[in-house]
């Protein structure tokens, strides 16, 4: 194959925090693959999701929008309708206009179908809808019911006499279906907070379905076939230019790793997907690498948002982290206004034009859209990825600056502005600590300011001492909220 | 099924460095060494749905030879032009007869049109406007007027031999009227070929496929002042220091030619905005999906490299690379093609990606690149190399008229090395040069042939199945047979 256009594969991890891989500072979770991957590669320092929780930050990413201008990127339920719409510019759309194959594999979460949802049929409002030729994916989380896999429009292998019904209402509960509530005994594993509804494999999850149970997956061999099928896309599509979103689910809850990583960490089954993530993409890539494409193949990979330990089991994750910093320095995880929410890890790699090294330019998924863009030709129309900045030029290692400020999101649309230096989180009316999880959201009544070249772990507040900065900061923050696009 | 267009756009000493698309990462690995700081977006735009050939070259890197080889097929000692055309030089003409691309695509059905610079022709006083005159005041004369029967098949023309003053150019059209349109000639040759596209004056035949040649002169020197450019693309590049603009290893900053890059530069800036306007212009009458686009040089410029003020006619990469993108027709992405590209490869590949190969000619010096184009497969076997060949004049008659020419250097580039050997007129070898592109682009190590036996003994065993097979002088003459295993030397 000799046409210039790079192959681009996201590889997207789920709640991985920026301590979580050993080539970030984990000490006791080998991940070789990664580890291998930034070493051929740009490891950058400062990478960051567009927000704090899962849904948003897909949805930045494929659309180069800030989440908080469309009221329904929030975490979404899994029968949720689409929430990217037909018409709407994608990522993959713009791939696909400049002769890509598209393709997206694992974890969706984007919502799906266009308000009357029936998993029995074919679905209209699925990733095929807005820009990926070919699509595997789960609905929604690997903690929301249905818990199937989707084939392109069709849920797979789903036997028509044995339909799907699915309802995230209580009082529609199926009762001749066991759930966690009133059956732990069945469980495998105890819930914690919400995920308490139908049992699937021993294992309770949000929301209830009752019906297609030769559709059901196995949670132990979910990282082994999303593998198996991002191989054969890679296959399918080594002679064209191909864009490939892999979206893994791990380390997401519930964390049931294939038995032969079980104990491949001290941390517990935490620690354990992601070795078995590791291993996952490591399969990918070497296959990518025996079909002679790596050298023209840029590989991203990073994750939607920061870590979580009680995500809604009790598996163990708190008492087996030890002394495991899933955040390495940083303060808060998931949910977070603080840095651990969204600074994630973020490794490009591409031998045609890239060598090792590690950066400090300031990045964000959601500049994907334009630098890719840039890279392969493609002038974006003028309402299309309106806060997609281009940073190329930073992507491969060439600018080593990147953003100049960015706005951040927790949760529920509360936000955070951040510059070269300083993050300032404006005054939030809601919980410091998620009740739940333990993780700290941030939220205060006051504003808070803090300097990372000083202060990588937010512990010393400089609002009251620079009055001036938090006043600049809250404007230029107004003025990104304003405007229509910000790029 | 309609017959693709043809846009073959070349201007003189455009270098291949001086794209900007060679900052693109896309491209970047493939610039011999540093790509030069300058702003072409439109042919970065070409690059993005075009074949890229990093190792297209001008063998006898000069104007008329190159252009020579481009319409005949053939390299330039059976192209009938061995050397730049001048009235003296009687032996470098494109003789009538000979059968040249154009010529092919005029039986084949194609309307064709010629704007720009020519220098095929040995000048002859036939000035239209000025009986018994040459065209060129100078002598020897060097400027020329190209009559209806020596175009090759070529409808409409507006053309000139050669002339350097790049801001008050001058052409004759295809009645021999002549036009002073006092406007930077690429802009004025843009504007002509726009209204070729557009067929505003009834210029061309709508119903046949169209094949427009638009050869501007630009950046070929002069490129000393605001006489030479235009001030809108000089503002590019005015401000900035040498050491910005100079970015070459092999550069001597010293050279008094130093200062006037950024003048090139804005030439070659200029050029890419009218190439620029012509594409558009492509685009709006609706024939840019139909159309095979080239974008090329008749050869590079050293531009203070290797300490030459001499812009061409050497080995060294700066003048022998040019740059050549060519979009087939519904060509969507980029491709890079590292097979080498002759000037004689040219009209056999153009008629191939037109679908015309069946009307080529036999026995053009030339092969056809199309298959590396269009068949994905990078690996193919290597090219056995580009042949480089510089002549000088040779004996002169009684009346000053050159009557041969001296085959001064001959040499050979792989993909990987350069190899270039010179004589004295008595064929005396007196420069050997032997480089690794790879290791060193900037030519700065030349190789002893001690030091690699086995690279140089194949290297000159490539050069000399070249000569032998293009029946050039060296190989008749069995030059430097020491060196070169010519069959029935003891070397074989």
Excluded at chain 1, 130 to 148: E, K, L, Y
Excluded at chain 1, 369 to 377: D, E, N, P, R
Aim: one cysteine or more.
């Amino acid at each position: 194959m000799n046409n210039a256009h790079p192959n681009v594969i996201i590889l997207y991890a789920d709640d991985l925090g920026f301590g979580d891989l050993s080539c970030y500072g984990a000490n006791n979770i080998p991940t070789p693959n990664l580890d291998k991957l930034a070493k051929e590669g740009i490891k950058f320092h400062q990478g960051y999701a567009t927000a704090a929780t899962c849904t948003p930050s897909r949805y930045s990413l494929l659309t180069g929008s800030y989440p908080w201008r469309n009221p329904d990127a929030a975490v979404l339920p899994g029968d949720a309708p689409q929430i990217i719409s037909k018409e709407q510019p994608t990522l993959a759309k713009m791939f696909k206009k400049q002769g890509y194959n598209t393709g997206i594999v694992g974890k969706w979460h984007l919502g799906l179908g266009d308000g009357n949802l029936d998993f029995n049929k074919t679905i209209s409002g699925t990733p095929n809808d807005v820009g990926f030729d070919q699509s595997f994916i789960m609905a929604a989380t690997n903690d929301r019911v249905p818990c199937v896999y989707i084939d392109n429009r069709n849920v797979e292998n789903l036997d028509p006499t044995d339909p799907i019904e699915v309802t995230y209402d209580w009082d529609k509960a199926f009762s001749d279906v066991p759930n966690g509530r009133h059956n732990p005994e069945l469980l495998d594993v105890m819930y914690d907070h919400g995920h308490d509804g139908t049992i699937i494999n021993g294992v309770s999850r949000i929301g209830h379905m009752r019906g297609g149970e030769s559709a059901i997956w196995n949670d132990e061999t979910m990282g082994e076939r999303f593998a198996d099928k991002a191989i054969d896309f890679i296959e399918q599509n080594q002679n064209t230019p191909f864009f490939l979103y892999y979206a893994m689910h791990q380390p997401h809850v519930p964390r049931i790793p294939n038995p032969k990583f079980r104990g491949a960490t001290p941390h517990g089954v935490r620690g354990d997907v992601i070795v078995e993530m590791d291993w996952c993409i490591g399969k990918v890539l070497d296959k990518l690498e025996q079909l002679g494409l790596k050298e023209n193949t840029i590989v991203i990979f990073s994750s939607d948002n920061g870590p979580v330990l009680n995500d809604g089991y009790k598996d163990q994750a708190i008492k087996l982290n030890g002394k495991h910093k899933m955040a390495g320095p940083l303060r808060g995880g998931k949910y977070s206004l603080f840095e651990g929410g969204t600074r994630v890890p973020f490794i490009v790699r591409w031998p045609h034009a890239i060598c090792e090294q590690h950066s400090n330019a300031l990045i964000n998924q959601i500049d994907l859209y334009h630098s890719l863009a840039k890279l392969i030709g493609y002038e974006l129309e003028d309402n299309e990825a309106p806060d997609s900045e281009l940073h190329l030029d930073a992507l491969i290692g060439r600018d080593a600056v990147g953003r100049r400020n960015m706005v951040l999101e927790g949760m529920q649309y509360k936000k955070v502005f951040r510059d070269g230096q300083y993050a300032y989180i404006p005054p939030h009316d809601n919980d410091f600590i998620c009740q739940h999880t333990g993780n700290e959201k941030g939220n205060q009544s006051t504003e808070q300011l803090y300097d990372l070249f000083d202060d990588v772990g937010q512990l010393n507040n400089l609002a009251d001492s620079m009055p001036e900065k938090v006043a600049q900061m809250q404007k230029l923050l107004d003025e990104s909220i304003e405007k229509q696009k910000t790029r | 099924m309609k017959k693709p267009n043809l846009l073959y756009v070349f201007p003189d000493q455009f270098r291949q460095m001086s794209l900007g698309l060679w900052n693109n990462p896309l491209f970047n690995n493939y610039c011999s060494g540093q790509p030069d700081p300058v702003y072409t977006p439109n042919l970065d735009q070409l690059a993005q749905q075009a074949y890229i050939l990093p190792n297209a070259v001008s063998n006898c890197p000069v104007c008329s030879p190159h252009r020579g080889s481009l319409f005949t097929g053939q390299y330039p000692n059976n192209s009938g032009v061995p050397l730049n055309c001048n009235s003296e030089r009687v032996i470098s003409n494109l003789e009538q007869e000979t059968k040249c691309l154009t010529d092919v695509l005029a039986q084949s059905g194609y309307h064709v049109g010629y704007i720009g610079k020519w220098h095929l022709d040995l000048p002859t006083r036939n000035a239209p406007d000025k009986p018994g005159q040459f065209v060129d005041t100078r002598l020897p004369a060097w400027d020329s007027y190209t009559e209806p029967q020596r175009r090759h098949g070529i409808h409409y023309w507006y053309g000139y031999g050669t002339f350097d003053e790049h801001c008050n150019p001058h052409y004759y059209d295809t009645n021999g009227v002549r036009h002073e349109p006092k406007v930077w000639s690429a802009e004025h040759e843009a504007d002509k070929a726009i209204e070729y596209l557009k067929n505003t004056n009834g210029e061309r035949d709508e119903s046949s496929p169209f094949a427009l040649f638009l050869s501007m002169n630009p950046p070929h020197s002069p490129y000393e002042s605001l006489e030479d450019c235009r001030e809108e693309d000089l503002a590019l590049y005015a401000d900035k220091p040498n050491e910005f603009l100079l970015v070459r290893d092999n550069v001597d900053m010293q050279l008094d030619k130093a200062d006037s890059v950024r003048y090139y530069f804005a030439n070659v800036s200029g050029v890419d905005k009218e190439f620029g306007r012509v594409v558009q212009t492509l685009k709006d009458i609706g024939e840019w999906e139909n159309t095979v686009v080239v974008f090329t040089s008749d050869h590079g410029e050293t531009l203070c490299s290797q300490g030459l003020t001499d812009a061409k006619n050497v080995i060294y990469e700066e003048a022998f690379l040019v740059p050549y993108l060519i979009k087939l027709p519904g060509q969507q992405i980029p491709h890079v093609v590292t097979k080498s590209l002759n000037s004689p490869d040219i009209f056999p590949t153009i008629l191939d990606v037109l679908g015309l190969s069946a009307h080529c000619p036999s026995g053009l010096d030339g092969e056809s690149r199309a298959q590396a184009l269009t068949e994905n497969s990078p690996n193919s076997a290597e090219s056995i190399g580009s042949l480089y060949i510089r002549n000088l004049d040779g004996d002169k008659d009684q009346d000053g008229n050159v009557i041969n020419y001296f085959a001064q250097s001959r040499g050979i580039r792989t993909e990987r090395y350069t190899l270039c050997l010179e004589v004295n007129r008595e064929y005396k070898l007196t420069e050997i040069l032997l480089f690794d592109n790879q290791a060193d682009p900037y030519q700065l190590n030349n190789i002893a042939f001690s030091s690699q036996p086995k690279l140089a003994k194949q290297l000159l065993s490539r050069l000399t199945r070249e000569l032998i097979r293009i029946q050039d002088p060296w190989a008749k003459q069995k030059v430097l047979p020491d060196l070169l295993p010519y069959p029935n030397t003891e070397e074989l």
